[in-house]
């Protein structure tokens, strides 16, 4: 089966005063078009730096990096990325955030269509009636949902969502990842979703892959755990379910498995 | 505590200008006989305070109307330094090769003081008038050249990502990102540029004899007429203040966007 997207051998390190810092240490993963699939990783495990080259900002220091077939070179329409830390633009509105995108991805429409294009967007998220706001004036939690409507307005192949909702509230978390679910739901997208957070990775993906340490350093994929609960999952009612449980064990074995091998 | 402190904002203030017309006497009583003491010059300046706006003559008329023509053609000298300022200091910013280029030789201008471009100008324009202004705006346009390219430098690279992920044309990101992030150190720029633009002005009447504040202060001089140097200079540093202020007002309102 060939990938949707995939990653072969990439590494990539940072240079630095004691010399190159490898970061990535020969990460594989592939993932199938309509999969969500979450990367969980502990902060310094290289995270961003993964959203980075796939989305093409960075370039690898070795291995491919493919979508579709077609080897990434640079930033493309077809990655869209929701950053970290919202990125919003702040001298921008809300409507006017969303609109840059949607500008983007269907520069062969009317000025009009791309307005209602815009306003699609931001509907989705809820936010119609805070359009006309600058991000200053929103809550985090909005914020954030202006960032997944410019991630979506771009009409990305893949969806990446760099640690989307980590410094957010439990709430206000709980509440965007089950909206996140909904989107995903609706229109299948392909997304990889990065986060620290186990149990937004039990509730939203597919499967699951874990940044574990790499013996000479830096980090690598370790193989994915499955994640066969039917959907819609209720982050209520995930608790009482033997195969969330199940998962959610492996992970935390994993990652204290890692971890220990990290410290010793 | 609150009563204190507004009552040494407000008292404080006089104390220190007090001091100043204190120091003022005591060197015109003491020191230097020929400086006029502030009662003799506030009454010899009485007429061109309380009718600003008289003409007598090209070099007699009210402190206002030397300030007006003073004031309009700082306005002119500004307006050009920031036309030509704000372009090369976003080229400077963004452009490594124009900055290797370019960052000596506006290193080495910089310091150059008004009073040697001057001579220059009336070379180059062999009048008066332009001359002026070709002072007023190389020596002023510097800060905003400075403060362009640093703020454009320090964009956000967060903001810069987004434009690249967006695949947004160079004249976009120029429109929506970087011109936007800048303008907070653009408007500093200016602030800092119509500092020295009013301070150049000065300098630049009194080489040239044009009528306004430095021209008058400089024929005063020439007449021996003390104490309108003093007017002079107490309506110069007035006007540069209320200049600074209102700048630092248009500031705060770009910088609060």
Redo the contacts between chains.
Sequence with gaps: MAAFLELRGVRKAFAGSHGATPVLAGVDLAVAEGELVAIIGASGSGKTTLVSLI???LPPDGGEIALDGVPVRA???E???V?Q?H?L?P??TVLENVQ??AD?ARSDWSAAARHARAEHWVRLVGLTDAAAKRPAQLSGGMRQRVAVARGLA?EPRVLLLDEPFSALDALTRATLQNELARIWASDRRTMLLITNDVDEACLLADRIHILVPAPAGGHTLADGIAVALPRPRVSSELNRQVEYQRVRREILARLAEAHMRAAG | MTRRSSLSTLLLPFAGIATVLAVWTVLSRHVAPDLPSPWRTWKESEPYVLRPFFKDGEMNQGIGRFALLSLWRVTKGFSLAIAIGTPLGFLLGLSPTFRRAFEPVIQVMRPISPLAWLPLGLIIFQRSEPAALFTIALCAMWPTVVNTAVGVRSINV??L??G?????SPMTMLR??VI??T?PYVFTGYRLSLGLAWLVIVASEMLTGAPGIGGFLWQEYNSLVYSHILLSIVTIGLIGFALDRLMGMVETRVRG?
């Design positions: 989305a093409g900002l930033p493309s329409l990655r869209g990325v950053f830390n990125s633009l001298w921008l840059l995108a983007a771009v | 967060e903001y990502n987004v690249r992920v967006l695949r947004l929506k990102i936007p992030a303008l966007l």
